[in-house]
């Protein structure tokens, strides 16, 4: 989509705007950007209606960067957009026009929430996550004015990203733990950019991405002001396309440190999509029951060193249902290699767990992780009594899901390698959580294992936005990584990303691999959590900056007497 042309240059100095009243013209301030500090036909901002209608523009555009579309230079121009729309007015104006652009990229994006629930809670999620670029358009209406910007587009640019990778970094930890959802570093898995996740995890890849749109908004800005275009124009684009193409020369290794892993994964499929996927007993764990013996079409009994089955691969617990057990050890003796099985658990205390548990022949459940980041209002629901007055859909849980304690390293007996192998599991919608994966694999964890069920979601892009993820997180752990799912998409990627293998969607399958075993730490997995702290703090620190400038300017009119512009307007 082209964005729209600029309108005729605006001028006048800032008046304090009574609530509700329209943006003044924009302030001397608000002529310092981009292309047009200096120049004698300087690019006007957007009025507003204008404004809205580009980060409408502009959040479409970046959904489809995101598979299922998977267009991720997308992603630039969605950035450049809202950068553009934000080039004028107050903090108000500047969260409405950041709310817009955010709801024109959650709904469509988590359209999949609609299908497994209904409009109020898919539309309440959405709100909430652009919100959060709502408070990047107040923040941005507060430090772009201030004079170490002014007339500055680099460091604009700078300024910008690292606003909005900030607002990507807040809304994954909050509120309730956080919704990772999004993150403008999940449409780069097959990117260039997205091999940059090995030094810095999605924070430096979104980072990246806001910047790399950012420069380009500058660059656009500057051709529009028609005045020094190979400064304002031909330099940013260059060094966009340079943060672009530098990850290239990241090197990442593929090749095994300690052995190889044979899998072998199962995707059992169900009866039909959506809410009834395990309405009939025992339905699923006798098709991921077929599809554990369908792998000896495959291999030999004993080639394998473990069947890896999806969340809730059998929908009922082995552990407290005889029958269940007894299947699950016969199918688990006959392929002659033990079976992560996904489960759910009912303790007396109340509540239930998800678990992969890890089912060795004979011997039963050797080994067990509990999901330690249950998803709010899908397996748990927070405010319960509150929220059911807007919709009954909190009732779909009967059961809420607790946090299981312990990291995500499961411990894989292998008589073929004569050891143990540490398993890295994080369970469905954990993979969005670097920090889940990041401490599997900082506790020893060779390969990681993604098991997930997206049976609830239907024929959306779910399931493929979650594949992306997964591919993430190979390149900044450097691990091979296998999702599998109950209905697809199941994938085995290997340790730079790359797809080896894929399933498609509402089929029964089964994948066998050889997964390369590495034991070394990315610098990714050792900076841990502080790529996303630097982040926040220096954005923090922005906005104290510009806060305290503000209050300064203010204080410094009053006592002139005269007309300063407001540099932090509302």
């Known amino acids: 989509m082209h964005a729209p042309e600029p309108t005729a240059a605006l001028a006048g100095r800032s008046r304090p705007s009574a609530p509700g009243a329209p943006d003044p013209a924009p302030a001397a301030s608000d002529r310092h950007d981009p292309g047009a500090a200096g120049s004698r036909t300087p690019a006007s901002p957007p009025s507003l209606p204008l404004a809205l209608l580009l980060a409408a523009a502009g959040g479409l555009v970046t959904d489809a960067a995101f598979p299922d579309r998977g267009w991720w230079p997308l992603a630039f121009v969605g950035v450049a957009a809202l950068f553009v729309a ?16 955010g709801l024109a990229f959650f709904l469509p994006h988590l359209w999949w929430a609609r299908y497994a629930t209904e409009t109020v809670p898919w539309v309440a999620l959405s709100v909430m996550e652009a919100c959060f670029v709502g408070v990047v358009g107040a923040a941005w209406a507060l430090v772009r004015r201030r004079s170490w910007l002014a007339d500055r587009p680099g460091r604009q640019a700078v300024a910008f990203a690292v606003l909005f990778v900030a607002a990507e970094q807040a809304r994954s930890e909050v509120p309730f733990g956080g919704f990772p959802w999004g993150r403008l570093a999940f449409s780069q898995a097959g990117s260039p950019l997205g091999r940059a996740a090995w030094l810095g995890g999605e924070v430096l890849v979104s980072l990246l991405v806001a910047l ?18 190979v400064r304002r124009a031909v330099v940013p684009v260059a060094v966009s396309g340079a943060l672009v193409a530098a990850p290239l020369l990241v090197p990442l290794d593929t090749r095994a440190q300690a052995g190889t892993l044979a899998v072998g994964a199962v995707q059992g499929n169900v009866g039909e999509p959506g809410l009834g996927s395990f309405a009939n007993r025992a339905e699923v764990l006798d098709n991921h029951l077929q599809g554990t013996l369908a792998l000896l079409d495959q291999v030999e009994p004993g080639d394998l060193d473990v069947v890896l089955w999806p969340e809730n ?50 011997a039963g459940v050797v080994d067990r992780y509990a999901k330690q980041h249950p998803a709010p209002f899908g397996e748990y629901i927070p405010l319960r009594s509150l929220l059911r007055v807007f919709s009954d859909q909190v009732d779909r849980v009967t059961i809420d899901m607790i946090p299981g304690v312990g990291t995500g390293v499961v411990d894989l007996a292998s008589d073929r390698l004569g050891r143990t192998v540490p398993l890295g599991v994080v369970i469905c919608f954990e993979v969005a959580y670097a920090g889940l994966v990041d401490d599997a694999v900082a506790a020893g964890a060779e390969v990681l294992v993604v098991p997930t069920n997206n049976a609830s979601f239907g024929y959306t892009a779910e399931s493929t936005q979650q594949l992306a993820m997964s591919r993430l997180r190979a390149i900044s752990t450097g691990r091979a990584t296998v999702q599998v799912s109950t209905v697809g998409v199941s994938g085995v990627i290997a340790p730079d990303g790359t797809l080896l293998q894929s399933t498609g969607l509402f089929t029964a399958d089964q994948v066998v691999a050889d997964l390369p075993l590495r034991t070394s730490l990315t610098p990714a997995v050792r900076a841990g959590a502080w790529p996303g702290r630097v982040v926040e703090l220096l954005a923090l620190g922005a906005l104290a900056a510009a806060a305290v400038a503000a209050v300064r300017e203010r204080r410094a009119s009053r006592t002139d007497g005269g007309d300063a512009p407001r540099g932090g307007a509302a």
Do not use: C, K
């Open 313 to 362: 691969g059998s929908d009922l617990d082995p552990q407290t249902a005889p029958d269940v057990s007894r299947a699950i050890d016969d199918a688990a003796r006959e392929v002659g290699a033990p079976i992560l099985v996904g489960a759910q658990e009912y303790p007396e205390t109340g509540g239930r767990y998800n678990v992969a548990l890890l089912w060795e022949p004979g």
């Open 86 to 101: 934000l080039r004028a007015g107050g903090a108000r104006r500047g969260f409405l026009v950041g709310l817009v652009w």
């Open 212 to 229: 790399g749109g950012s420069l380009l908004a500058v660059a656009v800005l500057a051709l529009a002001a028609r005045r020094d275009v």
